[in-house]
Nanobody
């Protein structure tokens, strides 16, 4: 069983910053595109950002300029820096790994974490 473990979620106020982290087994991490998805209450899970093995980044339009994804290949960790959060960013955030070179599609991610809750208060 491949285990991706997210951390860094919590309760913050609108306008604050937050950093999520996700660790993965080294063998999976080094060969995968890493992505972040989120699911808000009553909504479907949606793509947030992804970073390829060569550090090429891709973002959903609604987070461009506010969120930054990065990966540390030495630590097998992917981070999501979230700046200027709004109440619309409240969701469970999931880390995922894909064998595709770069993907925004949920169905192309083979491994998933359990998720970390981010709640933004107004």
């Amino acid at each position: 069983q491949v285990e991706l473990v997210e951390s860094g979620g919590g309760l913050v106020q609108a306008g604050d910053s937050l950093k999520l982290s996700c660790s993965a087994p080294g063998g999976i991490f080094s060969s995968s595109t890493m992505g972040w998805f989120r699911q808000a209450p009553g909504k479907e899970r949606e793509f947030v950002a992804s970073v390829s093995r060569s550090h090429f980044e891709c973002y959903a339009d609604f987070v461009k300029g506010r969120f930054t994804i990065s990966r540390d290949n030495g630590k097998s960790t992917v981070n999501l820096r979230m700046n200027t959060v709004t109440t619309e960013d409240t969701a469970v955030y999931y880390c995922a790994a894909s064998k595709q070179p770069l993907s925004i599609l949920e169905q192309e991610y083979e491994y998933w974490g359990q998720g970390t809750q981010v709640t933004v208060s107004s």
